[in-house]
């Protein structure tokens, strides 16, 4: 009776401990969309090199300061010349990827940036198909019919549709997705959490951005500080963003340690329907009901690509060498994902 209650006990912290972790992961994640987009539109500040910039200092300075002061997470060491042959060129995709989803913030609504982005899953089958070679299930295939049928519908249903802003999100999936191939050969070896992964990219990101951040906006940020009015407050939002951002990372590697893989795909396609719903709460920008029942289309499609890959690779790890693996897929928004190994990466 005892055991039985102490076991009950557990399985309920357990749960407890799951929630927990996926609501704080859906407010890092919805507070950091919803406060670039806010610095876009409300603070006038229309520089996203800038505000990524920004992004990945705090980043740099956090990651330093867990791993290095507070000791929270072991370092991982990665020789000098890795960091250059390995982490370089991931950290080079990664600064585009973070640059795209913010231009895309900039020029569309968070519901329509959100939506495209669930576009991921499709753009990673598809580039190892095409760039690879690589083999997928017909289940795979089937199960990105929904998205790219609720991608479509939500484009040509979208009241504020901007091309420039289209393009910069399309093109941000891939990115995302040639960092996911690229992590797979590239840290190959190397068990990065989120943390450590920040610790090492953010700061190769930085320096990759600095220049083209203070040659392309650095006169228009200038001006804005000359003109804005309230100049204390907006710049706290800025860095608050970034900081942000980084507490992102840590509710990543949280979640993910703290929930299973299906749980883990649900709970972010959820995440999304909360950041569209959000959005729509503060900015209102306007919704078709087709726009909606596009982007509905799409999150069930992500959530059956999820579902289809778990069991294909439940398949593989219970030794059916007919069904091959299916790759790893990560939901990308804005935010800097773990590169794990082992069981953990079947998560991400």
């Given at each position: 009776m005892e055991e039985s209650m102490a076991a009950l006990g557990t399985l309920n912290?357990?749960?407890v401990r799951a929630i927990l972790a996926i609501l704080q992961w859906w407010g890092f994640n919805v507070t950091v969309i919803i406060m670039n987009k806010w610095i876009f539109q409300k603070l006038d500040f229309k520089f996203p090199l800038t505000v990524s910039c920004v992004h990945f200092?705090?980043?740099?300075?956090?990651?330093?300061?867990?791993?290095?002061?507070l000791k929270m997470k072991p370092l991982i060491e990665v020789e000098q010349e890795d960091r250059w042959r390995r982490i370089f060129p991931m950290?080079?995709?990664f600064c585009i990827n973070i640059v795209l989803g913010n231009v895309s913030l900039r020029y569309i609504p968070v519901s329509f940036m959100q939506t495209i982005k669930s576009f991921t899953p499709a753009t990673t089958v598809i580039l190892q198909w095409l760039v690879w070679r690589k083999y997928f299930e017909w289940r795979i295939w089937a199960s990105l019919v929904p998205i790219v049928g609720g991608i479509l519908l939500t484009s040509i249903t979208e009241l504020s549709f901007n091309m420039f802003g289209f393009c910069?999100?399309?093109?941000?999936?891939?990115?995302?997705s040639t960092?996911?191939?690229?992590?797979?050969?590239?840290?190959?070896?190397?068990?990065?959490?989120?943390i450590n992964t920040v610790y090492y990219m953010a700061p190769f990101a930085t320096m990759i951005l600095a220049i083209p951040a203070l040659l392309l906006e650095g006169g228009g940020v200038i001006n804005w500080f000359y003109t804005h009015e309230d100049i204390f407050s907006s710049m706290m939002i800025i860095f608050g963003s970034g900081v942000t951002a980084f507490c992102l990372n840590f509710s990543i590697f949280y979640v993910i340690h703290s929930t299973t893989a299906v749980t883990f795909n649900v709970a972010g396609n959820?995440?999304?329907a909360v950041a569209v719903l959000v959005s729509w709460m503060i900015f209102r920008n306007p919704i078709s009901a087709m726009n909606a029942i596009g982007c509905a289309i799409t999150l069930i499609g992500c959530t059956?690509?999820?579902?289809v890959r778990h069991l294909l690779s439940q398949q593989a790890s219970s030794g059916n060498p007919s069904t091959p693996k299916t790759p790893r897929t990560p939901r990308g928004l804005m935010e800097m994902l773990p590169l794990v190994s082992g069981?953990?990466?079947e998560k991400v």
């Open positions: 912290w357990t749960m200092i705090c980043s740099s300075i956090g990651a330093y300061i867990v791993i290095k002061v950290s080079f995709v910069a999100a399309l093109f941000g999936c891939l990115a995302t960092k996911t191939i690229l992590a797979e050969s590239l840290l190959h070896g190397y068990k990065f959490d989120s959820l995440k999304v059956f690509y999820g579902y069981d953990k990466q």
